[in-house]
């Protein structure tokens, strides 16, 4: 167990919907980052926040958008979902990037269907 | 940005012979490359990662290699166990501070006993 944790972890809905996943980071992590995998893509960086501002933006559609809350949660908003927006989708964290040892840690994926 | 290849994309061991997975990148301020292992089902988990200031590391069956000059790293794995099937990533991190990484397309390991 990462400590990273992700909700919902399964998510069915239809083209045109907007969906939330949302991640707690680990106890003491600052940053979050939101990845994407799918089958023919591997694992994308979409966006990293840390301490609630925005840190590094990666292929993030327009379509997408995410935040980072006071307590740290941070939340990734879906929306005009289409098919090819199926995917498996991670939260991540880590510590204070200036310091050492800064490991990033995995959930376990928030997987969402679209249909 | 940064962009790491991986090979081969799926390898096929006997149990106990050994596992050479390799990566190169682009950039060539990235300065940390960790390895994570993805279970089925499960998130990705770090196995080892390495620094730019060193050339090897190794933990118990795991050692990973780092060539600066050639861009390429490489990971390791001796005497290999049916639970060492998995898919493993490399990754490298992006510009200093932002911490990000990118990651290779993954290798899909399978160990037959």
């Known amino acids: 167990d990462s400590g990273v944790t992700q909700t919902p972890k399964h998510l069915i809905t239809a083209t045109g919907q907007r969906v939330t996943l949302r991640c707690s980071p680990r106890?003491?992590?600052?940053?979050v980052y939101w990845y994407q995998q799918s089958l023919d893509q591997g694992l994308q960086f979409l966006i990293q926040?840390?301490?609630?501002?925005?840190?590094a933006k990666g292929n993030i559609l327009e379509r997408f958008s995410a935040q980072q809350f006071p307590d740290l949660h941070s939340e990734l908003n879906l929306s005009s979902l289409e098919l090819g927006d199926s995917a498996l989708y991670f939260c991540?964290?880590?510590?204070?990037?200036?310091?050492?040892?800064?490991?990033?840690?995995f959930g376990e994926g928030s997987w969402l269907t679209v249909v | 940005g940064e962009n790491v290849e991986q090979h081969p994309s799926t390898l096929s061991v006997q149990e106990g012979d050994s596992a050479v997975i390799k990566c190169t990148y682009s950039?060539?301020?990235?300065?940390?490359f960790p390895w994570y292992k993805q279970e089925l089902g499960k998130g990705p988990q770090l196995i080892i990662d390495?620094?730019?200031?060193?050339g090897e590391k190794k933990d118990q069956r795991i050692a990973v290699t780092l060539n600066k000059t050639a861009k390429h790293f490489s990971l390791h794995i001796t005497e290999t166990q049916p639970e060492d099937s998995a898919v493993y990533f490399c990754?490298?991190?992006?510009?200093?501070?932002?911490?990000?990484?990118?990651f290779g397309t993954g290798t899909r390991l399978t160990v037959i006993p």
């Open positions: 950039d060539s301020a990235s300065n940390y």
């Open positions: 390495i620094r730019s200031n060193v």
């Open positions: 106890s003491g992590d600052l940053s």
């Open positions: 991540a964290s880590s510590a204070d990037p200036a310091l050492k040892g800064n490991t990033i840690y």
């Open positions: 926040y840390y301490n609630g501002e925005e840190r």
């Open positions: 990754a490298a991190r992006g510009q200093t501070g932002a911490n990000n990484l990118f």
